[in-house]
């Protein structure tokens, strides 16, 4: 499968975005997929997950600001960030799995795509 993510951008501190993670190649509904994010300096760090069957786990450090989401019909899946903070600037990946794992960990997953910027002005 070869993902695609999109939606980064320049934003204000408090606004909200939309990133979007789309596949081609494979039946994404059969995925795992997860978003990461890499800051400025720092470590790339789990930010979300959605399984199959649509269960959800997120960070604690963006728990109720950010969402994800999928549309299989679409064959899509989204992070909705709001209440963006400066510490939120980062470069975002999605990545994709078919195998069960420990989806906060990026070892779980063999696919990535190549990641889309999000930078947080204060």
């Known amino acids: 499968v070869q993902l695609q993510a999109s939606g980064g951008g320049l934003v204000q501190a408090g606004d909200s975005l939309r990133l979007s993670c789309g596949a081609s190649?494979?039946?994404?509904?059969?995925?795992?997929v997860g978003w990461f994010r890499q800051p400025p300096g720092k470590e790339r760090e789990f930010v979300a997950s959605?399984?199959?069957?649509?269960?959800?786990d997120t960070a604690d450090s963006v728990k109720g600001r950010f969402t994800i989401s999928r549309d299989n019909a679409k064959n899509t899946v989204y992070l909705q960030m709001n209440s963006l903070k400066p510490e939120d600037t980062a470069r975002y990946y999605c990545a994709a799995t078919r195998v069960s794992g420990i989806y906060f960990q990026e070892g779980s997953y063999g696919y990535w795509g190549q990641g889309t910027q999000v930078t947080v002005s204060s």
């Open positions: 959605i399984t199959r069957s649509s269960d959800t």
């Open positions: 190649g494979d039946t994404f509904r059969r995925y795992v």
